[in-house]
């Protein structure tokens, strides 16, 4: 094919490629938008995970109807002149990029009235084509609203996960946002349901109750200075972080902004964690919000195409400022509220964990959690046990001989054709697994009432997701009830979470399903991550007994080689593996 300039529509297409990645980036760009506009109210709503309708609508200081048809045209923006001026940059948005990448992948009408005007405008772009400015009325500020996103680009349509995932996305972006600039009052609509209101107070702690639920703000400290000697010159840290009382399995929740940009860096949050050191137990990070700002020149912000990354002129005094903030900030956490890290190695193995077959009811006594009194809603009937419990190991994993456990995470055993080691975790989690799927198709799920139903905070991300989980997380024996708008009722759990702790294992849940589910189905993607977080988990120590129990009921399991996500339970060193490796061959 020869060489030949590429049309105007297709060379938009390939740009909204970069910039446009799916619906949370556009809600990303109209924010930073507003944000720059100086906007003290900003309402975010969206339909069907941003694919169906993004609105975004703010009181800032608007565009002129004149302006309208530059700001949807490329390269054209108010906050920049030359490259240079980048040293210079107070503003989150800088290329002109954004409203006609969007523009061209999507319908888009954009309403404005600048302060102070009587006139206001309206245009319209139809997936690239621009329309007529028109009069409009409306308040001061703008409006803008994108609809049916990538309908023109089938490719990057299919490539979209759920709506219910772009959803979690968006509300994250919102959230974090929200945390961020207190001083303006946000309000993010999900389908309809109002999520949450921010006052605009300017109160950070506030902010990050109303983003992240009551127990986080409850939790939330405000960053201090260092002592002046230990201060980084050229950068000011601030924000908060929550005491060590509060973790996540994940980091979702270490929110960077560098000069009020969203960032993602590993350096730092490495950097962050680190001054936590011996208050996390392994696997669990902390929640936080950290604004760092430096002067622009410090900082090269034209390094990524939605400038999710950026470059430091030195990161590592990034990473220290932010470090002896943090070491500062924890060190005045009172001694007398100790932090709640529990210690797992000796918590007994859940009810329900004993070899097959499978008993219709547990009769030992309740382990040492909030449910030891007696229950105040009637138990569930005995159920009893289903016929079909296989007599032998099934011949697909060999008879296999616990030897011991190596880092209390992995089961160390002997079968005939060499040695196994056994990802104690993933077992499990397979082994929970295929139990729910056998007890939804016969009794359902043996569950446990609460006796004090357990009260949950809940941040709008989690609300969201329980919202379209809540049948199925029933099926599965977690029986919830709305609380409020904010919180749920935990009424029973599934028996194989006894003696876990239940608010923690809940929020992973809602957190991996909010990530999308790994399952066949949304009830298979649920029952997948209730399998997970509710089973063993690694560095627990086991006694010889349990682990035999274990690979007993592995060995029963249909696919023994996998847990549910698909990650491995095993791995085999054979004899004559060993040979080689010790060079007898
Ligand atoms: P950039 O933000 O990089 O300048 P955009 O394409 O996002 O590029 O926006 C182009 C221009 O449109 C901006 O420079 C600004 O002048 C104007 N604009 C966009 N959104 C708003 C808004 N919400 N309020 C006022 N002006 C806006
Ligand atoms: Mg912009």
Redesign the pocket.
């Known amino acids: 094919m020869p060489i030949q300039l590429l049309d105007n529509e297709t060379i938009g297409k390939i740009a909204a490629g970069e910039v446009v990645e799916r619906p949370a980036s556009v809600v990303k760009?109209?924010i930073?938008?507003?944000i720059?506009?100086q906007?003290t109210r900003i309402t975010v709503s969206i339909e069907a995970g941003g694919t169906r309708s993004i609105e975004?609508v703010?009181n800032?200081?608007?565009?002129t109807p004149d302006?309208l048809p530059?700001?949807?045209q490329?390269h054209?923006?108010?906050?920049?002149t030359e490259f240079d001026d980048l040293d210079l940059l107070h503003?989150?948005?800088?290329?002109?990029?954004?409203?006609?990448?969007?523009a061209a992948v999507a319908s888009v009408r954009?309403q404005?009235r600048?302060a102070g005007s009587q006139h206001g405008g309206a245009l319209r772009v139809e997936f690239g084509a621009v329309g007529a400015t028109e009069p409009a009325g409306g308040d001061t500020?703008?409006t803008?609203q994108v609809r049916d996103l990538f309908e023109n680009v089938p490719a990057r349509r299919k490539f979209q996960r759920q709506p219910s995932t772009e959803s979690g996305l968006i509300v994250r972006l919102v959230s974090a946002y929200a945390a961020a600039y207190p001083q303006i009052a946000f309000t993010l609509i999900v389908d309809g349901r109002r999520s949450f209101v921010t006052t605009g107070s300017g109160d950070l702690i506030e902010a990050a109750a109303t983003v992240y639920g009551n127990e986080v703000g409850r939790a939330a400290i405000e960053l201090v200075e260092p002592e002046f000697d230990a201060r980084v010159p050229g950068v000011t840290v601030s924000g908060w972080l929550c005491a060590p009382t509060i973790t996540r399995s994940h980091r979702q929740q270490m929110v960077f902004l560098m000069n009020g940009r969203q960032i993602q860096s590993r350096t730092l949050m490495y950097a962050l964690e680190e001054a936590y050191h011996t208050l996390l137990m392994v696997g669990r990070h902390p929640v936080t919000l950290v604004r760092i700002d430096v002067e622009p020149d410090q900082v090269d912000v034209n390094v990524h195409p939605t400038k999710a990354e950026v470059k430091f002129a030195d990161e590592r005094a990034v990473a220290r400022a932010i470090s002896r903030a943090a070491h500062a900030t924890l060190s005045r956490i009172p001694r007398a509220e100790p932090p709640r890290i529990r210690i797992e190695s000796s918590m007994p193995l859940s009810p329900t964990y004993v070899p097959s077959p499978m008993p219709a009811v547990d009769a030992r006594p309740f382990p040492q959690t909030s449910m030891q009194n007696p229950p105040e809603r009637p138990t569930e009937p005995v159920r009893e046990a289903p016929d079909p419990v296989p007599e032998y190991p099934r011949p697909n994993l060999p008879v296999l001989r616990v030897l011991g456990q190596v880092a209390s995470t992995y089961i160390i055993a002997e079968g005939p054709e060499g040695l196994y080691l056994i990802d104690q975790h993933a077992a499990h989690e397979r082994v929970v697994y295929e139990r729910f799927l056998g007890q939804m198709v016969a009794a359902g799920v043996e569950r446990q009432p609460m006796l004090d139903p357990l009260v949950l905070d809940l941040s709008p991300e989690e609300s969201t997701v329980i919202e379209q989980s809540m049948d199925e997380l029933g099926q599965l024996g977690f029986e919830l009830e709305r609380f409020g708008p904010n919180s749920i009722l935990v009424r029973s759990v599934p028996s194989v979470a006894v003696g876990t702790d239940i608010e923690a294992r809940l929020r992973d849940i809602l957190n991996e399903l909010g990530e999308g589910g790994a399952g066949s189905s949304w009830l298979d993607s649920v029952a997948v991550s209730v399998a997970c977080h509710t089973s063993i988990r690694a560095g627990q120590t086991l006694s010889l007994q349990e682990m035999r129990e274990l690979v007993e009921q592995l060995e029963r399991t249909e696919q023994p080689r996998a847990c549910g996500h698909g990650r491995p339970t095993m791995l085999k060193l054979t004899q004559d593996e060993l040979e080689r490796q010790f060079g007898r061959t």
């Open positions: 760009e109209l930073e938008n507003s720059d506009a906007a975004v703010d800032g200081a608007g565009m302006e530059l700001a949807l490329r054209a923006t108010s906050k920049l503003t989150l948005g800088f290329r002109g990029e954004a409203l006609p990448s969007i954009v404005s600048p500020g703008t803008v």
